[in-house]
């Protein structure tokens, strides 16, 4: 990740119904009012995240080996329809098929959903509202941080059996802390499923790192 620089945004100031600004991030110390859950003032906070996934991507495209697929079509790789217009999709998929593919949706809201490896994708901003009172710079530093660790061969996708099938996902990042989650089989596609099932019983340890380009090698 050293060689990969985030972009220089500049700095928006966004100011609430009396004209205070408003400091996304920081507004609640404690739990936030009823009043502000399901109420987005400013999504237009978020439109640096597209310039942070335009570098990532220009730095994966530079830096390993791998193709990239700019069609309409790639955004068929998400699980789920998203939820705001795309504006863009990117494929990029090593030419090792032991490691995991990431595709960037661009959506109008602004935000970015990225599909990793075969049966999983992630938001940023997961909510928008004012309750969860996110801000661009937590949900670049969160997408940059999975990305990378897709990219080092530290992300996981399982399928269990039994009573109730489930499918899951890990990520492992610098320092041994972890995250992950799982959901019911049952409510994603069967013919993804059917899909996945022996590609990810060959990796029960996990999608691979990424080989580097051969001129970064």
């Known amino acids: 990740m050293s060689s990969y620089v985030r972009p220089s945004i500049e700095a928006t100031v966004f ?5 205070a600004v408003v400091d996304y991030g920081n507004r609640w110390h404690g739990s936030p009012p009823e009043d502000t ?8 906070r978020f439109a640096p995240i597209h310039a942070v996934a335009d570098a990532l991507i220009a730095h994966l495209g530079e830096t390993y080996d791998v193709e990239i697929d700019e069609t309409a079509e790639t955004v068929g790789d998400l699980m789920r ?15 090792d098929a032991t490691c995991a593919p990431l595709t960037f949706v661009f959506t109008a809201y602004p935000g970015i959903y990225m599909h990793a490896g075969l049966l999983h994708d992630f938001h940023y901003p997961i909510c ?5 009172d996110s801000n661009w710079e937590a949900e670049a530093d969160e997408l940059e941080r999975q990305v990378f660790a897709v990219v080092s061969g530290s992300y996981r996708e399982t399928m269990t ?21 799982q959901s019911r089989s049952r409510d994603l596609p069967a013919e993804r499923l059917r899909a ?7 990796l029960p340890h996990g999608w691979d790192p990424w080989p580097h380009s051969v001129s970064n090698s």
């Open 15 to 19: 100011l609430d119904a009396d004209g």
């Open 37 to 44: 859950y399901s109420v987005d003032t400013h999504p237009e």
């Open 81 to 95: 329809p998203a939820f705001h217009d795309v504006v863009r999709a990117v494929r990029i998929r090593p030419r």
């Open 128 to 132: 928008g509202c004012d309750a969860c």
């Open 161 to 181: 059996r039994g009573l109730r099938s489930w499918v899951g996902y890990a990520f492992t990042y610098p320092g041994g802390t972890s995250t992950g989650g």
């Open 196 to 202: 996945a099932t022996p590609i990810l019983r060959e």
